[in-house]
């Protein structure tokens, strides 16, 4: 995240060290350089936020060589994508539905969860009362998602959802507490009884006596690549479009 945005530090003012050796050769004003550079860098600017919210891109959770070349190629695509977008030209001028719609493409080939999310949830709430029992099923060095509530120690109703790392295989217990906590049942309600010291758990903002009210596992849904095929479908309708008015265009300035 931090890399990507010091490369913009060569094009933004008021560093823009290669706006500004462009600017000196061109002649042309410094800062306009550096503006307009900043323009057409602007998906650079863009990428980061989108390694938050789609980890693929970062070959984080690929496990075959197919997934890899998949996203290689549809994030290629979807960056030529977005720089037309943004710079109003693609096979030819673009139309301003066209800039939207290319815009929308881009967003959905890098990011197709999304769209899943509004149809499906990712998760499913298991009951607190099982914790013990979804512990000790988890996978080795797996993390335990859970949604809490309680009062901190500044007086403030907290309620949010910790990701929790379970270390090694073994009892729910144990895992739990590699995780930070120690639980107590009180007529099926699920509370934090013990916290260790500067443990995960700690370190996420839980303290004593919060409520743990759900335990959250993946969903099993339809894979987020099924949105690759409207994407795909609108931008061939848009190359069509264009390549059908380039050639129009090609043929008025012949004539």
């Known amino acids: 995240f931090v890399f990507y945005f010091g490369i913009m530090a060569d094009v933004t003012p008021p560093v823009g060290l290669a706006s500004f050796a462009a600017a000196a050769i061109s002649g042309a004003d410094p800062m306009k350089t550096g503006f307009v550079a900043f323009f057409y860098s602007m998906r650079t600017a863009v990428l980061p936020f989108l390694f938050l919210f789609n980890t693929q891109l970062l070959m984080i959770g690929l496990d075959h060589p197919v997934d890899v070349v998949v996203v290689i190629i549809v994030s290629t695509i979807a960056m030529l994508v977005f720089a037309a977008a943004t710079q109003g030209y693609f096979f030819a001028r673009s139309k301003l539905w066209e800039s939207a719609a290319l815009l929308l493409i881009a967003f959905t080939l890098f990011r197709p969860g999304f769209w899943l999310d509004m149809i499906e949830p990712p998760y499913d709430n298991l009951p607190a009362s099982t914790i013990i029992e979804d ?37 729910g217990e144990d895992r739990l507490y590699n995780a930070g906590i120690g639980i107590r049942n009180e007529d099926g309600r ?18 004593f006596d919060f409520e743990i009210t759900a335990v959250k596992v993946q969903a ?36």
């Open 135 to 171: 512990a000790a099923n988890m996978p080795e060095n797996s993390s335990i998602l859970l949604d809490v509530n309680g009062i901190n120690i500044e007086g403030e109703e907290v309620s949010k959802s910790v990701m929790l790392p379970l270390g090694p295989a073994g009892a």
């Open 220 to 255: 099993d849904r339809l894979p987020k690549e099924v949105f690759f095929i409207p994407a795909f479908l609108l931008l061939g309708g848009i190359i069509v479009l264009q390549r059908r008015r380039q050639r129009t265009e090609d043929a008025l300035g012949t004539a």
């Open 190 to 207: 699920i509370y934090i009884d013990d916290l260790v010291f500067s443990g995960p758990a700690e370190k996420a903002g839980l303290d």
